[in-house]
């Protein structure tokens, strides 16, 4: 069992930059995959960015070039830094993880991830 806690979410002007920083509270015998989705009102969950446990990356087409994706060494934080922030990102971020190997590579189900963070509101004005 593991918990997840996020931050970092702000209010930022369009073109600005945040750092989201996703805490893991547990002890996890495993190597696992990580990421993390987004909901703003009116649409769907969406994957952002995902660190796989075989190594892979997944960037949402929306965000290649913009949003990345790293792990400190000791996989105890997951962050998010996103640069040129458009009004479309602004949304709820959540932090998950899947620590049974069901989640792989290519466009991300977040039903593959059963842990989750309580998430982190991303503001984006134009």
């Known amino acids: 069992q593991i918990q997840l806690v996020e931050s970092g979410g702000d209010s930022v002007q369009a073109g600005g930059s945040l750092r989201l920083s996703c805490s893991v509270f547990?002890?996890?015998?495993?190597?696992?995959?990580m990421g993390w989705f987004r909901r703003s009102s009116g649409k769907e969950r969406e994957g952002v960015a995902i660190?796989?446990?075989?190594?892979?990356?997944y960037y949402a087409d929306s965000v290649k070039g913009r949003f990345t994706i790293s792990q400190n060494n000791a996989k105890t934080t997951l962050y998010l830094q996103m640069n040129s922030l458009k009004p479309d990102d602004a949304a709820m971020y959540y932090c998950?993880?899947?620590?049974?190997?069901?989640?792989?590579?290519?466009?991300?189900?977040?039903?593959?991830?059963?842990?989750w963070g309580p998430g982190n509101q991303v503001t984006v004005s134009s």
């Open positions: 998950a993880a899947d620590l049974w190997g069901i989640a792989k590579p290519g466009t991300p189900n977040g039903d593959d991830f059963h842990y």
């Open positions: 660190l796989y446990s075989e190594g892979a990356t």
């Open positions: 547990g002890y996890i015998y495993s190597s696992y995959s």
